[in-house]
């Protein structure tokens, strides 16, 4: 299946073709708990790093006007079973991103 992977520690959004498991969320995003950050009226759900604020991660990403810590992965809601993933269906030209990074105290 087709997800938008917000890669802010190298600054690019990019489709990125998995099979929308857990496991597929840890190893894309690099970390070791998800979340959702974001759910859009189209049914598409927003993943980053549930960590990204303890875990000494200095790279983030602003998406419609909410800052996420770590890198993002976008993927559609499957209508049959809402519990599983689906293809994104939000175009990529439509994801607008800053990305930043943080300075160390």
Do not use: H
Request: aromatic share 10%; glycine share 10%.
């Amino acid at each position: 299946m087709k997800s938008i992977f917000i890669d802010a520690k190298n600054r690019q959004v990019s489709i990125n073709e998995n099979k929308g498991q857990l496991e597929d969320k840890y190893l894309i995003l690099d970390v070791n708990m998800v979340e959702i950050g974001r759910y859009y009226p189209n049914g598409d759900t927003l993943w980053v790093d549930e960590e990204g604020l303890i875990n000494g991660t200095d790279y983030g990403f602003i998406l419609d006007g909410r800052e996420f810590v770590g890198n993002g992965l976008i993927y559609g809601t499957n209508l049959e079973n809402p519990e599983l993933c689906a293809s994104a269906v939000t175009p990529l030209e439509k994801i607008k991103v800053e990305f930043f990074n943080l300075i160390p105290a």
